[in-house]
């Protein structure tokens, strides 16, 4: 508990001395100090209700030598994990790379450096070019974006609104990113190796198909991609491998300048051990603060419902959470979340539990 509120002191404090800080046009230093405090009310046996806190800071260095060459690093720290490791929820609570999280990352004996990539941009014309990327790289950078429901900074908390967990996106390993952008169509390609927790060495690929489409209402963007890996996972009767396979749509649309609708719909092969839900349907609302006269504030709402693969021990799992974003000032805000998960097990007493969030950023 002690250590929660230093994190909520700090990063209310962090503010008063942050800036944003270009060394030049062509190379720049960003970074995100983040304090999060997470109170559980369970109804797990065994599990007592309980709080706990994490505070992240994400460094990125970017390098444009060029208009068309980029050069950027990512660093993470962090310290506590929040609610992650207390509780068995089938999904996260919280979507960032906590302090075990950054640790030895992907079994590569590697701390903190989440990505470190470079970047070459063939331009055709002013509504075409072709993006190569290479290095270690995040394929959620690429893959299942969406407007509405992407990043557990600033929008939800719980994993399943920040991207699809059926997508399996590898991340913070070597790989490589073809972007191709012609006109509002986009067409992305990516290949990754890494590492699955069973310690197997795999290899990740994965096509996605973009249209952005503006209407009066506003802009909607409209996406599905497929993915699949190399035979590398044991199989339900550890037998054989089996590799992970599946699709899915990402889609957000804007109604308003004040209303907005996500949803995401997606679905795996269930032949590997490792998959606990071979279907998920999400949709939620965001919410701009024109509403009552602050635009950089916000609303989200959202729900998913997850189907349980037919050999594992989840029937099926719902998921809501409700989050309210502030801004404090220029480079700071203040998010009050609320979630509801619920674990409907096929044998034995279903998981389910209220989690009361509070998240503060300082931007700099």
């Known amino acids: 508990m002690k250590k929660a509120l230093l994190t909520v002191l700090l990063v209310f ?3 008063i001395v942050a800036l944003a800080y270009d060394v030049n046009e062509k190379l720049s230093i960003e970074g995100t100090l983040t304090g999060v405090y997470q109170y559980g009310d369970f109804d797990i046996e ?6 706990r806190g994490a505070a992240v800071l994400d460094l990125g260095v970017n390098f444009h030598p060029t208009e068309s060459d980029e050069f950027q690093v990512t660093l993470s720290y962090a ?3 929040a609610l992650n490791p207390i509780v068995p929820f089938s999904l996260a609570p919280y979507a960032d790379d906590l302090e075990d999280d950054l640790k030895n990352i992907n079994g590569r004996n590697r701390d903190y450096l989440l990505e470190a990539w470079y970047k070459h941009t063939f331009t ?3 509504d075409t070019s072709l993006g190569i990327t290479f290095g270690i790289i995040d394929s959620t950078g690429y893959l299942d974006d969406n407007a509405f429901a992407n990043d557990e900074v600033a929008q939800f908390m719980n994993d399943i609104f920040v991207n699809s967990t059926l997508a399996n996106l590898p991340s913070y390993d070597l790989g490589g990113v073809a972007e191709l952008d012609i006109s509002s169509f986009s067409l992305r390609g990516l290949a990754m190796s890494s590492k699955n927790e069973e310690g197997r060495e795999y290899n990740y690929y994965a ?3 973009g249209y952005k489409m503006d209407t009066p209402m506003g802009e909607g963007n409209y996406r599905i991609y497929g993915f699949t890996t190399n035979k590398r996972f044991q199989n339900w009767d550890e037998t054989d491998e089996e590799s992970l396979q599946g699709f899915g ?3 957000d649309q804007k109604l308003s300048e004040i209303l907005g609708v996500f949803a995401r719909l ?3 092969d269930d032949k590997a051990a490792a998959v606990v839900h071979d279907a998920v349907y999400s949709g939620g609302l965001n919410i701009n603060g024109k509403l009552w006269g602050r635009e950089n504030d916000e609303i989200g709402l959202g729900y998913a419902y997850l189907n349980g693969a037919d050999r594992a021990e989840i029937d099926d799992t719902n998921a809501f959470e409700a989050y309210a974003k502030f801004k404090i000032s220029d480079f700071s805000d203040i998010t009050f979340d609320v979630q509801y998960l619920n674990d409907n097990m096929k044998i034995g007493e279903d998981n389910k539990g209220v989690i009361y969030g509070i998240r503060l950023n300082a931007y700099f």
Not at 46 to 51: A, S, V
């Open 13 to 15: 404090l962090t503010p």
């Open 46 to 51: 065994g599990i007592k209700d309980t709080d």
């Open 79 to 81: 310290a506590g994990n």
């Open 124 to 126: 055709f014309n002013k």
């Open 207 to 209: 096509l996605q198909l």
């Open 249 to 251: 749509i990402s889609a």
């Open 266 to 268: 997606g679905w795996q």
